[in-house]
């Protein structure tokens, strides 16, 4: 069947668009099956997610995205082992840990970067500023 994304609520009244896969279709109403994390992981220490057992109807106002497709990468999931998925790694050698510079930060080094060109120009001695001896 197709995978979807479900704007669903989950915690005090808060809503969220979660994946889940259409299992049947009647009519207007959709029977869907959500995906979500388990308690294990992978031997990378990855969380693995199952599609839940139950069921769950929902109108086609829920759908917030058709994703036209039956595979589980198009949700962001790759499957490790029958009905066993784990989040794609956009690549192996992607930094977890990596936390992007704040704009505070950077608005101090492009001062930094303008205090040093000017400094620069202090150093900057023009040709014409020396007589020349040969014109004598």
């Known amino acids: ?13 808060k809503c969220q668009s979660l994946p889940a896969k259409i299992v049947v279709k ?3 109403v959709l029977v869907i ?27 086609d106002d829920s759908i917030t ?7 589980e990468l198009d949700l962001g999931f790759e499957e490790i082992s ?3 998925f784990v989040k794609c790694d956009s690549d192996d050698d992607s930094d977890e840990d990596y936390v992007p510079s704040s704009s505070e930060e950077d608005s101090d080094s492009d001062s930094d970067e303008e ?15 020396f007589e020349d001896d040969d014109e004598e």
């Open 1 to 13: 069947m197709s995978l979807v994304k479900v704007w669903t609520e989950v915690d005090d009244g």
């Open 26 to 28: 009647k009519g207007n």
């Open 33 to 59: 099956k959500y995906i979500s994390p388990t308690d294990k992981r992978d031997t990378r220490g990855r969380r693995i997610f199952e599609y839940e057992d139950d069921t769950y109807e929902v109108t």
């Open 65 to 71: 995205e058709y994703l036209n497709s039956n595979t």
């Open 82 to 84: 029958t009905g066993r």
């Open 115 to 129: 205090e040093d060109s000017e400094d620069d120009d202090d150093d900057f001695v023009d040709d014409d500023d």
